[in-house]
């Protein structure tokens, strides 16, 4: 039969709130993290990137926290606006040689 | 510079066929990867090639193959195609320096639906 489909978690946010989406990595081995930004009918896009030797690393709007004890990553946004309406993923790369593994990916909604 | 370039766009198949999906890299990038998207599933790796060698493969059977060319441009070839195969597959390719975790850039995919 059918697989049951992935129901993603959805964070509305006001525009021009912060949005703060978070992801449970599982490699503790893991040296390197990305976000990554999916929006409807395109693949994904790289927002950010931290490596793990840092807690802390900001772009444009963007903001990621890594905390390596609870092997938790999250990504802020910064005044949201329509036009981040997306799927946002985290992915974790160990092991070299771009084996990236993505999150589940959680679903961020603007509303104007 | 042109993105990473992937055809078909959409391709309908029935069960059993074979079919072969196409991925053309940024231009000087030599590492190429696949994924597959489904709503079951989410994002999972297939397998990634450089300079023409795959280096790196994902948990998938081995009705699923690849391939790189000497231009770095490679092709997945999926063999008697299952319902299940349905999905959105993505490739992504990255500048793949030595001893520099690369960022990976991807292709708007090639939605393939089993009948």
């Known amino acids: 039969g059918e697989s049951v489909g992935l129901h993603l978690p959805t964070l509305s946010v006001q525009e021009g709130d912060n949005s703060i989406i978070n992801c449970a990595y599982s490699n503790s081995a893991s040296d390197y993290f990305i976000w990554y930004k999916q929006e409807s009918g395109k693949g994904p896009q790289f927002i950010i990137d931290i490596r793990s030797n840092m807690d802390k690393r900001q772009g444009q709007r963007v903001t990621v926290l890594l905390n390596k004890t609870v092997k938790h990553l999250s990504l802020q946004i910064a005044a949201t606006q329509p036009g981040d309406s997306a799927v946002y993923f985290c992915a974790e790369v160990s092991g070299g040689y771009q084996k990236v593994t993505f999150g589940t990916g959680t679903k961020l909604q603007v509303i104007p | 510079k042109a993105g990473v370039t992937q055809t078909p766009r959409y391709l309908i198949k029935t069960r059993g066929q074979q079919v072969t999906l196409s991925c053309s890299p940024i231009s000087g990038h030599r590492s190429v990867s696949w994924y597959q998207q489904t709503p079951g599933q989410g994002l999972q790796f297939l397998f990634e090639y450089f300079s023409e060698t795959q280096r790196n493969k994902g948990n998938f059977p081995g009705r699923f193959s690849g391939r790189q060319f000497s231009n770095s441009r490679s092709e997945m070839n999926v063999s008697t195609l299952e319902l299940g195969d349905s999905a959105l597959y993505l490739c992504?390719?990255?500048?793949?320096?030595?001893?520099?975790?690369?960022?990976?850039?991807f292709g708007s995919g090639t939605q393939l639906s089993v009948l």
């Open positions: 992504a390719s990255s500048l793949a320096q030595a001893g520099d975790i690369e960022k990976l850039f």
